[in-house]
């Protein structure tokens, strides 16, 4: 009687363990809802920092004389008055020659 007893719990137990390790809810599951919430959790810290950083900017352009200057100064291009501007454009083949050296001129053999 003892024996059908422990039997029985044994595959019950058996049971058990194969439902924990691959049965819906099981280790694995949890595992990758782990996983899951960790890469939603970095996404959102990112977001945030990113939300933070929105944020200032807004505030700065709304009290600040100097943020919207300076905007318009990098985005538009825009300049004082009284001041001159400047715009330095380097012709394109001058870029390329000036990447990669000019080849050596061929020497010829009878002067």
């Known amino acids: ?30 595992e990758t809802l782990r996983a899951a919430v960790k890469k939603q959790t970095d996404d959102n810290q990112r977001l ?21 200057e300076a905007r318009a100064r990098g985005e538009l ?11 330095v454009v380097e012709q394109p083949g001058a870029a390329a020659s000036a990447a990669t050296p000019a080849p050596a001129a061929a020497s010829s053999g009878g002067h």
């Open 48 to 68: 945030l920092q990113r939300n933070q950083a929105l944020g200032a900017d807004v505030d700065d352009l709304k009290h600040g004389e100097q943020a919207v």
């Open 77 to 87: 291009g825009l300049i004082k008055p009284g001041e001159t501007f400047y715009q």
């Open 1 to 30: 009687m003892l024996r059908w007893i422990a039997l029985i719990l044994l595959l019950v137990l058996i049971g058990l363990q194969v439902k924990l390790w691959t049965g819906n809810g099981g280790v694995h599951e949890v």
